[in-house]
């Protein structure tokens, strides 16, 4: 089975269209969101409903959930050695796409799993736990680390900080 996952598209139309027009070419069997839909792009109400319209599975992203769940951010930024204008630029963002997203599409976020299990492969947005923090490069994978094993898959994908891991 050939699978196809996408992420981090952050609103971005311009590059969503691009990668539609690759999986029309290429033609995968199964298509996987990995999260980080809508923030910080022009097009955040274009995306969701158009990976909600081809009925994409996938998990939640960090600011999927700084979208539907505000406090996450501030829990994230508390710890953060980032500037705090930094903070204050991304709440600003946040309350604009939410205002543009509405209540239903922030609901629909709000239900995207942590996990995406498809045979042996499990895909997270950065860990299990988190969709805010990756496993250190310590442990061989985030879903064998002894803070994981719920999971129980073989193989692991994540993306988070615009990189993807294949364990």
Request: charged share 20%; net charge positive; with cysteine.
């Amino acid at each position: 089975m050939r699978i196809a996952i996408l992420s981090d598209i952050h609103g971005n139309r311009t590059a969503f269209e691009a990668v539609l027009a690759d999986l029309q070419q290429t033609s995968p069997d199964l298509v996987l969101h990995g999260g980080d839909l809508a923030d910080a792009g022009a097009s955040p109400v274009g995306i969701v409903d158009r990976i909600r319209d081809l009925g994409w599975q996938g998990v939640v992203g960090n600011t999927d959930e700084m979208l539907f769940r505000p406090e996450s951010l501030e829990e994230f930024a508390s710890q953060s050695s980032a500037p705090p204008s930094l903070w204050t630029a991304i709440r600003q963002m946040a309350a604009a796409t939410r205002t543009m997203l509405g209540e239903e599409r922030i609901a629909w976020l709000s239900g995207l799993a942590r996990v995406q299990i498809r045979g042996p492969m499990a895909l997270v947005h950065a860990s299990p736990e988190s969709p805010w923090r990756a496993p250190i490069r310590a442990y061989s994978s985030p879903l064998h680390s002894e803070r994981s094993k719920p999971t129980g898959s073989r193989k692991a994908c994540r993306q988070h900080r615009q990189r993807w891991s294949f364990v």
